[in-house]
């Protein structure tokens, strides 16, 4: 095992629900660190940026209007295996087919307000961590 950082996003939906902290505890009570973190108002530039990937998909627009819809908190998780760790913790895409227990089973309404993101892949989580953060801005420990 690795001690590896992975990006988070507390959705607009988690954020409007007031479960910022109980998310956050999730993440703290499986022993991954905050280690960054700031709450922002993403552009459509932003947004369509970050999902860069899914340009082509029929769910693209939906997505980036949902993601724009209100503020989000934008982190940096650090922790043995930490990206697979936080996958395990949010469950899976579509909160119907999460398992108990977990972020998005307890806290999201649907594929679309699916309440967190989370790296899928070390390539991607250095890519998004950079995406929203300096160096200067992460506080190593
Ligand atoms: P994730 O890594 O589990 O967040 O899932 P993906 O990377 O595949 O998709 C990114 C986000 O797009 C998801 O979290 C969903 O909010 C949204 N999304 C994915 N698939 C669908 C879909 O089939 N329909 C809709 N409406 N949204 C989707
Ligand atoms: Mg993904």
Known sequence: MAVERTLSIIKPDAVA???????ESRFEKAGLRIVAMKM??????KAEGFYAE??????FK???EFM??????????????AILANRDLMGA??????????IRADFAESIDANAVHGSDSAAS?????????????????
Do not use: M, W
């Open 17 to 23: 629900k007031n479960v910022i902290g109980e998310i």
């Open 40 to 45: 922002v108002q993403l552009s459509q530039e």
């Open 54 to 59: 899914h340009k082509e998909r029929p769910f």
């Open 62 to 64: 939906d997505l980036v």
């Open 68 to 81: 724009t819809s209100g503020p989000v908190v934008v982190q940096v998780l650090e922790g043995e295996n």
């Open 93 to 102: 895409t579509n909160p119907k087919e999460a398992d108990a227990g977990t």
């Open 125 to 141: 989580a250095e890519r998004e961590v950079s995406y929203f953060f300096s160096a200067e801005e992460i506080c190593a420990r």
